[in-house]
């Protein structure tokens, strides 16, 4: 075998095994191939929602402004991972409110406080406690008396006179002119005794004051027992003027309403008694001493 085709053999076996190679690859080739899909079956793109919050820093938010004890409020948490967490303010037993803070736009903090009414549904419960007239007084037609009252988790109050001798809510009228409202935390309103506000009554001796919440009138409260309202003068002496009794006066003028009770100092007496239908105090030596009750002893 000469030189050439020597040579030419060996182009041949190369050629060879380039071809045997390519046909391996091409087959290799067409086997990885995924299959193809008409454009018209691909799949519509999906948008996948994007967590506003996914990393720290945390962040917190309370819906309802600052802290109000007489509300339940919540506040929006989010921790370190993005996690969103609401807080509700809570009850943690009948009288103590748990309160939850943003101290600042990152933390939270929680306060805790005695409800001095009650606390329920993660607030402290709203009250108003009428203090005077809270019943047995006798008032004077034309005298100004001072209705007084307690408020907790209250702006604006009502105030309104109930003859409760009187059935079906006749006997009901407004103390306030124009059913206008106070501001609940002054606590106490002057009251001119008019005539002409009072409910319709035979015998004026069963009115009570209602103090109502304007904005919400199921928080309201009555005077305890009822009062009279005279358009005389009124003065009732217990026991006259008996130094071995001991009594009470109750009056009622223009000027004055009340009661005063016989009372010693050292062996006086100082005996209460009523003189034109006007309180009056006469002093008696006690020979005997005076007795605590406000009396003399007995020989
Ligand atoms: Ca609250
Ligand atoms: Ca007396
Ligand atoms: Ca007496």
Same mark, same amino acid.
């Given at each position: 075998?000469?030189?050439? +085709?020597?040579?030419?053999?060996?182009?041949?076996?190369?050629?060879?095994?380039?071809?045997?190679?390519?046909?391996?690859?091409?087959?290799?080739?067409?086997?990885?191939?995924?299959? !193809? +899909?008409?454009?018209?079956?691909?799949? %519509? =793109?999906?948008?996948?929602?994007?967590?506003?919050?996914? $990393?720290?820093?945390?962040?917190?938010?309370?819906?309802?402004?600052?802290?109000?004890?007489?509300?339940?409020?919540?506040?929006?948490?989010?921790?370190?991972?993005?996690?969103? $967490? !609401?807080?509700?303010?809570?009850?943690?037993?009948?009288?103590?409110?748990?309160?939850?803070? *943003?101290?600042?736009?990152?933390?939270?903090?929680?306060?805790?406080?005695?409800?001095?009414?009650? *606390?329920?549904?993660?607030?402290?419960?709203?009250?108003?406690?009428?203090?005077?007239?809270?019943?047995?007084?006798?008032?004077? +037609?034309?005298?100004?008396?001072?209705?007084?009252?307690?408020?907790?988790? =209250?702006?604006?109050?009502?105030?309104?006179?109930?003859?409760?001798?009187?059935?079906?809510?006749?006997?009901?009228?407004?103390? $306030?002119?124009?059913?206008?409202?106070?501001?609940?935390?002054?606590?106490?309103?002057?009251?001119?005794?008019?005539?002409? =506000?009072?409910?319709?009554?035979?015998?004026?001796?069963?009115? @009570?004051?209602?103090?109502?919440?304007?904005?919400?009138?199921?928080? &309201?409260?009555?005077? %305890?027992?009822?009062?009279?309202? @005279?358009?005389?003068?009124?003065?009732?002496?217990?026991?006259?003027?008996?130094?071995?009794?001991?009594? *009470?006066?109750?009056?009622?003028?223009?000027?004055?309403?009340?009661?005063?009770?016989?009372? *010693?100092?050292?062996?006086?007496?100082?005996?209460?008694?009523?003189? &034109?239908?006007?309180?009056?105090? @006469?002093?008696?030596?006690?020979?005997?001493?005076?007795?605590?009750?406000? @009396?003399?002893?007995?020989?």
């Amino acid at each position: 075998m000469n030189k050439k +085709i020597a040579s030419e053999f060996a182009i041949g076996v190369v050629v060879l095994i380039a071809l045997v190679f390519g046909i391996i690859f091409w087959f290799g080739g067409q086997k990885a191939q995924t299959p !193809t +899909i008409p454009a018209n079956t691909l799949p %519509d =793109v999906v948008s996948v929602p994007v967590q506003e919050k996914t $990393i720290s820093p945390t962040e917190c938010v309370k819906n309802n402004g600052a802290s109000d004890y007489f509300s339940k409020n919540d506040l929006t948490y989010w921790d370190e991972t993005g996690k969103e $967490i !609401t807080f509700s303010d809570v009850c943690l037993d009948s009288n103590r409110l748990q309160e939850y803070l *943003c101290s600042n736009s990152k933390e939270y903090s929680t306060t805790q406080f005695d409800c001095p009414r009650g *606390c329920s549904n993660g607030k402290c419960n709203r009250y108003i406690k009428v203090i005077y007239p809270n019943g047995g007084e006798i008032f004077r +037609i034309g005298s100004v008396r001072t209705i007084k009252w307690k408020a907790e988790g =209250v702006s604006r109050v009502h105030i309104f006179i109930h003859d409760t001798s009187l059935k079906n809510q006749t006997g009901f009228n407004y103390i $306030i002119q124009d059913n206008g409202t106070l501001d609940a935390g002054t606590g106490e309103y002057n009251w001119i005794i008019d005539k002409r =506000v009072l409910p319709t009554s035979k015998k004026n001796n069963a009115y @009570k004051v209602q103090v109502i919440s304007d904005e919400d009138p199921e928080v &309201n409260d009555y005077s %305890d027992n009822n009062f009279s309202i @005279k358009n005389y003068n009124v003065c009732k002496d217990s026991d006259g003027d008996d130094q071995y009794k001991s009594g *009470c006066v109750q009056y009622a003028d223009n000027e004055n309403q009340g009661s005063s009770c016989d009372t *010693c100092s050292g062996n006086y007496l100082n005996e209460q008694i009523c003189r &034109n239908d006007k309180l009056e105090e @006469k002093q008696y030596y006690c020979e005997l001493g005076c007795e605590y009750e406000g @009396k003399c002893k007995k020989p």
